[in-house]
């Protein structure tokens, strides 16, 4: 990379143009500039009209019930529990920037650099990129408020959207329970736009995951109803 | 229950497909596969691999729909984003890209449905207004969307600074885009008149 300000990957950008170096350096920059997200924005309308510019054959019919058998066999059983959450119709623009990024296709590419780094540390974001980044993962819709991500080898991450803060002199605690048995899976505080947690043991298949809100310093087994649960 | 959703939005669709509807998933497929598949065979140039591309794509949709934030962006341009993404990750995987234009393909057969008509006319209107694009701008963004080329690899490829690459993409796309605003005048056959209901 050069030392250029990354407003003028904008235009290489939209057009899925870059390498994945660039492309995290310029997700970092998207992520703090509002003007570039505009331009983007409007960029984005422009690009797509590109496909329309190709011969469009109809895709063979057994792909139809291909897709749909396979987003069958994702669905994963949800629970929401909204008390701490936000009203996504309600978000400030700026909280809502690394989601738009994310929304944008630029989902599995990098994320590192747009997580707020005050409460989770480096060395985890950079593990959550890593899991991220491993062919075969498994993402898991938390009812538009995040995902769990899971690697083919049972390595787990939570990236979660617009979390708010626990009370005072507490945090909050994943958990991944198996078989009804719940494991403490690591602490943390939320971000103030994405929060992304490397879970601290591995989730087997068929395991639960959920977080729950805890006295500082963490408890053995969970003592508040879960924010959310979701079973892989 | 097949549930009737013709009457949906895109973005409903969208905020359906979040909630997991898989019938909403099924409808925003029946309202793009076509232009999504056609997308992905134009960049991986190749049917298996352009149905795998639609698959991965439309899973994409599935799983980041929460994501999707229609302040931002239309769901088409969404949809055909995660696809376009997709499409290019799987042809640089399998380094299967080609350089050649964008083919201009006269259709052997007339096919009468409104939806396919204006497909086609959304496709004469693009294709000429790409035409109208300086030939270096052109060049740039064909091999860079439809080949699925990084920029460092076309400033290679071409034979010229990366800042030149980068400003022919730009000035591109903002010349395109002006383009696409205009109204269709010529290019038109007459069969284009009957505006379609979409």
Not at chain 1, 185 to 194: E, I
Not at chain 2, 172 to 178: S, T, V
Not at chain 2, 180 to 190: G, I, K, Q, R, Y
Request: hydrophobic letters at 40%; aromatic letters at 6%.
């Amino acid at each position: 990379m050069d030392n250029e300000a990354p407003h003028d990957l904008t235009a290489a950008y939209a057009l899925d143009a870059l390498d994945p170096a660039e492309e995290r350096a310029y997700e970092a920059h998207l992520a703090q500039c509002e003007l570039c997200r505009a331009e983007l924005a409007e960029l984005r309308e422009t690009v797509a009209s590109l496909a329309y510019g190709v011969d469009t054959p109809e895709p063979p019919a057994r792909l139809r019930s291909r897709i749909l058998a396979q987003a069958g066999a994702e669905q994963t059983n949800v629970v929401p529990m909204p008390r701490r959450w936000t009203a996504p119709a309600a978000v400030a623009f700026a909280a809502a920037a690394a989601a738009v990024a994310i929304g944008l296709g630029i989902w599995a590419s990098s994320l590192s650099d747009r997580l707020d780094h005050a409460e989770v540390t480096q060395q985890q974001s950079e593990r959550v990129a890593d899991i991220l980044a491993t062919e075969g993962t498994v993402s898991t819709n938390l009812d538009g408020r995040g995902k769990l991500i899971v690697t083919p080898s049972g390595e787990g991450a939570l990236v979660l959207n617009r979390l708010e803060p626990p009370a005072p002199g507490h945090v909050y605690e994943a958990w991944v329970s198996e078989g009804g048995k719940p494991r403490p899976a690591g602490l943390f505080k939320p971000g103030r736009k994405v929060t992304a947690f490397p879970l601290t043991i591995p989730v087997p298949t068929g395991a639960a995951v959920m977080v729950t809100e805890e006295k500082a310093g963490g408890t053995d087994l969970p003592t508040s109803v879960p924010l959310f649960l979701v079973r892989t | 229950m097949r549930r009737d959703l013709a009457h949906l939005s895109d973005e409903a669709l969208v905020t359906l497909v979040a909630r997991s509807d898989e019938s909403a998933l099924g409808e925003l497929y029946d309202r793009y596969s076509r232009i999504a598949f056609g997308l992905a065979r134009r960049i991986v140039r190749d049917e298996t691999l352009a149905e795998d591309a639609l698959q991965e794509g439309f899973m994409s949709i599935w799983r980041s729909a929460g994501q999707f934030i229609p302040e931002r962006a239309k769901a088409s341009t969404w949809l055909l984003t995660l696809v376009h993404r997709r499409a290019v990750d799987l042809v640089r995987r399998e380094d299967r890209r080609r350089a050649e234009p964008l083919d201009f393909v006269v259709e052997s057969h007339v096919e009468a449905a409104d939806d396919v008509a204006w497909l086609r006319l959304e496709r004469q209107r693009v294709q000429g207004a790409l035409r109208k694009l300086p030939d270096q701008q052109r060049e740039a963004i064909e091999l860079a969307y439809y080949g699925g080329f990084t920029q460092s690899e076309l400033a290679e490829r071409l034979g010229e600074p990366l800042g030149t690459i980068k400003s022919r993409m730009f000035a591109g796309l903002g010349r395109l885009r002006e383009l696409l605003a205009e109204p269709v005048l010529d290019d038109t056959p007459s069969w284009t008149t009957k505006h379609p209901t979409t």
